[in-house]
């Protein structure tokens, strides 16, 4: 049984009352996610099988979809490839006990907006929802890019003009976030809360923010002419190609 850890405080949606389809057979999960999503103000649906997901998605009409991949009949690689062939473009969050490399590249090629592995916590789920809701409808992108920086999410290489760029965890996720917003100011707030997954920003969690951006500058902007990573006094940050 996957233990899914609720958030401690209740936010409300990007969207408001935003539709969410969780397609889960394990009855207990479903119901935790439902239950947990409902609490943070979702307008959640619950499906047991692909066939029952896919009739559902005929009808009714939804912001983001949670699929689990082991359903039994039809699963849930065959549920997302029948989406996209079929030119459904509602973002889709693969849950999966399935954590190898070849995994990845299978979900995100078949569609798949983003990836999270079991067992997760509940504050996550919650976290990537409102990411896929904020980013609107499926890219099939498994690669990001600005300029001669390049990151490939399955992988997880980061290069800028060939060069290979080691990143931490954490600086890996705050360069996808940043480059997922290109050209668009992210606050600290958004940073904490979407990055750090922190319900509140406080002074110490500032600080951390900005010693990862400054880390991140000195690995990819040293040394370049083109200055990439903006720091926008009093709001907070923005990608983009700039001279300087």
């Given at each position: 049984?996957?233990?899914?850890?609720?958030?401690?405080?209740?936010?409300?949606?990007?969207?408001?009352?935003?539709?969410?389809?969780?397609?889960?057979?394990?009855?207990?999960?479903?119901?935790?996610?439902?239950?947990?999503?409902?609490?943070?103000?979702?307008?959640?649906?619950?499906?047991?099988?692909?066939?029952?997901?896919?009739?559902?998605?005929?009808?009714?009409?939804?912001?983001?979809?949670?699929?689990?991949?082991?359903?039994?009949?039809?699963?849930?690689?065959?549920?997302?490839?029948?989406?996209?062939?079929?030119?459904?473009?509602?973002?889709?969050?693969?849950?999966?006990?399935?954590?190898?490399?070849?995994?990845?590249?299978?979900?995100?090629?078949?569609?798949?907006?983003?990836?999270?592995?079991?067992?997760?916590?509940?504050?996550?789920?919650?976290?990537?929802?409102?990411?896929?809701?904020?980013?609107?409808?499926?890219?099939?992108?498994?690669?990001?890019?600005?300029?001669?920086?390049?990151?490939?999410?399955?992988?997880?290489?980061?290069?800028?003009?060939?060069?290979?760029?080691?990143?931490?965890?954490?600086?890996?996720?705050?360069?996808?976030?940043?480059?997922?917003?290109?050209?668009?100011?992210?606050?600290?707030?958004?940073?904490?809360?979407?990055?750090?997954?922190?319900?509140?920003?406080?002074?110490?969690?500032?600080?951390?923010?900005?010693?990862?951006?400054?880390?991140?500058?000195?690995?990819?902007?040293?040394?370049?002419?083109?200055?990439?990573?903006?720091t926008v006094r009093g709001v907070g940050f923005m990608l983009r190609e700039d001279e300087g």
């Amino acid at each position: 049984m996957n233990i899914l850890v609720k958030s401690q405080e209740k936010t409300k949606p990007e969207s408001e009352a935003a539709r969410v389809l969780v397609v889960e057979d394990e009855h207990k999960v479903a119901s935790a996610l439902k239950e947990g999503l409902e609490g943070e103000g979702y307008d959640v649906t619950v499906e047991h099988t692909g066939e029952a997901a896919l009739v559902r998605l005929k009808t009714d009409p939804f912001d983001v979809v949670l699929l689990d991949l082991l359903l039994p009949g039809r699963d849930g690689l065959q549920v997302l490839t029948t989406l996209r062939e079929q030119g459904f473009q509602t973002p889709v969050l693969v849950l999966t006990a399935r954590d190898t490399l070849d995994d990845r590249v299978t979900g995100l090629n078949s569609g798949a907006d983003d990836y999270l592995v079991k067992p997760f916590a509940f504050v996550e789920v919650v976290a990537r929802i409102r990411a896929l809701l904020r980013r609107g409808g499926s890219t099939g992108a498994t690669r990001l890019g600005i300029g001669d920086l390049e990151m490939d999410l399955v992988t997880r290489k980061v290069t800028r003009g060939g060069r290979k760029i080691e990143l931490t965890l954490r600086e890996f996720e705050l360069l996808e976030y940043l480059l997922r917003y290109e050209s668009q100011v992210v606050s600290r707030d958004t940073l904490a809360r979407d990055v750090w997954h922190e319900a509140a920003r406080t002074t110490s969690l500032d600080n951390v923010v900005d010693v990862h951006i400054a880390r991140l500058r000195r690995k990819i902007d040293a040394d370049c002419p083109i200055k990439l990573i903006q720091t926008v006094r009093g709001v907070g940050f923005m990608l983009r190609e700039d001279e300087g």
